[in-house]
C-alpha cells in the first residue's frame, strides 16, 4: 500500500508539473503535437520497418537482394499502424460521421493501449536473457531523452520555434520509447530483448528528463 501511494504521489507531482509550466498552452501544445504525428510518425515507422527488415534474421541461406527488397516493400506496406494513419487521414478527408458509441469506444481502447501494452512488455520479460545488457540500454536511454535534445531543441531555438510549438519538438525527441517497437522486432523475428529494455528504461527515465528540459526551456523563456 506504500508503494502504490508512493507511485500515485509520484504521478501526481509529476502532472502538477506538467500544469504548471503549461497553464494556458495545454491545449495548444496537444494540437501541434496531432499535427506533428500525422508527419513524424509514418516516416518513424517506415524507417523502422526499413532497419527490422533489412536485420532480420534468416533462416537457411541469405536471401537475396530482390527476394529481400520484396519483402522489406511488403513490410511497410502492411505495417498496422501506418495502415491505421492512412485509414484516419481517409476518414477525417471524407468527413464521415462517427457515432457516438464509436467515439467512446475508440476514445477508451487508445486509453488503454498503452498501460496493456506495458503490462505484456512486462509478463514476456525475461530477466536471463537482460543480463549484460545494463550498459547498452542506458546508453540507448541517454541518445534518445538527452542526446537528442541536447543536439536538436537549440536548432529548434534558433529556427524560431517558441512555446507549444517547442514543447511538441522536445515530446517527439525526448519522450520515451514506445511499446510498439518491441511488439515490431518481435514479429520480424528480433529477440527484443533490447528493445524490451530500452522501452522500460526509457518509460522510466522519461519522468525525470522531460521535467529537466521543461524547467530548462522555462528558465531560458523559450515557453
Not at 118 to 142: D, E, P, R
Request: with cysteine; charged share 10%; hydrophobic share 55%.
Amino acid at each position: 500500500m506504500k508503494r502504490l501511494c508512493g507511485l500515485m504521489l509520484f504521478c501526481v507531482g509529476f502532472g502538477m508539473t506538467w500544469a504548471l509550466v503549461l497553464p494556458t498552452t495545454f491545449f495548444l501544445v496537444l494540437t501541434a503535437a496531432a499535427l506533428m504525428i500525422v508527419g513524424t510518425v509514418p516516416l518513424y515507422n517506415v524507417a523502422a520497418v526499413l532497419i527490422l527488415s533489412l536485420t532480420a534474421p534468416h533462416d537457411g541461406e541469405k536471401p537475396s537482394a530482390r527476394k529481400l527488397l520484396l519483402r522489406t516493400l511488403r513490410d511497410v506496406a502492411t505495417n498496422p499502424i501506418i495502415l491505421g494513419i492512412l485509414a484516419g487521414m481517409l476518414w477525417s478527408v471524407l468527413k464521415i460521421p462517427q457515432p457516438v458509441i464509436l467515439q467512446k469506444s475508440v476514445s477508451y481502447l487508445g486509453n488503454m493501449a498503452t498501460p496493456l501494452a506495458l503490462i505484456a512488455l512486462g509478463a514476456s520479460f525475461q530477466l536471463k536473457s537482460a543480463k549484460g545488457k545494463l550498459g547498452l540500454t542506458l546508453g540507448i536511454s541517454a541518445v534518445k531523452l538527452f542526446l537528442f535534445c541536447g543536439l536538436f531543441l537549440p536548432a529548434a531555438v534558433w529556427l524560431g520555434f517558441r512555446t507549444e510549438k517547442l514543447i511538441a519538438i522536445l515530446i517527439m525527441l525526448g519522450s520515451a520509447t514506445t511499446c510498439s517497437c518491441f511488439v515490431m522486432a518481435k514479429n520480424m523475428k528480433h529477440e527484443g530483448t533490447i528493445t524490451a529494455c530500452a522501452v522500460m528504461m526509457t518509460t522510466l527515465l522519461s519522468a525525470f528528463s522531460l521535467t529537466m528540459w521543461l524547467f530548462v526551456l522555462k528558465s531560458l523563456g523559450y515557453i
